[in-house]
């Protein structure tokens, strides 16, 4: 069966920090993988999505970035961390079939002080 | 534009009483709407899937009921438990690829 793993699940940064989230996927390949924000009292925003290894695609302009150096690994990084950044970010990937629906990490708690 | 409302944000019932949530979109061309059911810190579980011809379907306790027409789908959970006591996010997806719109949810919390 396929699992996702995201990590670490809270994470307290000072501002100008650099950041670097790990997800993972088991059981499946070549899936399409997310990463998502979700602030306080706001639905998810999608951040990126990869189709495939060194396939990234941004939806928003921010200051993130991620990457796919593997077929089920998606990272999310940043160089220099901003108070804005904080958040609560879920890694998901996206199942196969007609209605396909995303299966979620269990989140990372960042707070950036 | 394109948008998912729920409501109401946030929702207070005893156990074992009954409640229904509501989403409203206007998302188009419509593909399909699901419901989620996110734990505190953790991430969201499909609990459901309404596509355009499907007016109910039920998963246990929850029932969701969509109404194309109107651009309105509900979930109702019946007998609610306090493990029931999560955010609730409605999804919808637009045709096309990676085209999903999200809810801001409503933060149910059932007391004893």
């Known amino acids: 069966s396929q699992t996702i793993h995201q990590w670490p699940a809270t994470l307290v940064q000072p501002v100008g920090s650099p950041l670097s989230l790990e997800c993972t996927v088991e059981?499946?390949?070549?899936?399409?993988l997310y990463w998502y924000r979700q602030a306080a009292g706001r639905g998810l925003q999608l951040l990126f999505y990869s189709v495939g290894i060194g396939q990234i695609s941004s939806e928003v302009p921010q200051n993130l970035s991620a990457s796919r150096p593997q077929d089920r690994q998606f990272i999310l990084s940043s160089k220099k961390l901003l108070l804005s950044d904080s958040g609560f970010y879920l890694c998901?990937?996206?199942?196969?079939?007609?209605?396909?629906?995303?299966?979620f990490g269990s989140g990372t708690q960042l707070s950036v002080l | 534009k394109n948008q998912v409302e729920q409501s109401p944000q946030s929702l207070i019932i005893l156990e074992g009483k009954n409640c229904t949530l509501q989403c409203n979109y206007t998302v188009s061309p419509f593909s399909n709407l699901r419901w989620y059911k996110q734990d505190t810190g953790r991430g969201p579980v499909s609990l459901t899937i309404?596509?355009?011809?499907?007016n109910t379907k039920s998963n246990g306790r929850y029932t969701a009921t969509l109404d194309a027409d109107t651009k309105q789908s509900s979930l109702h959970i019946t007998a609610s438990q306090l493990s029931d006591s999560a955010s609730y996010i409605c999804v919808v997806r637009q045709t096309g690829a990676n085209n999903l719109f999200f809810g801001t949810g409503t933060r149910l919390t059932v007391i004893p």
């Open positions: 059981g499946t390949s070549n899936p399409n």
């Open positions: 309404m596509t355009f011809s499907e």
């Open positions: 998901a990937w996206r199942g196969t079939g007609e209605n396909r629906k995303l299966f």
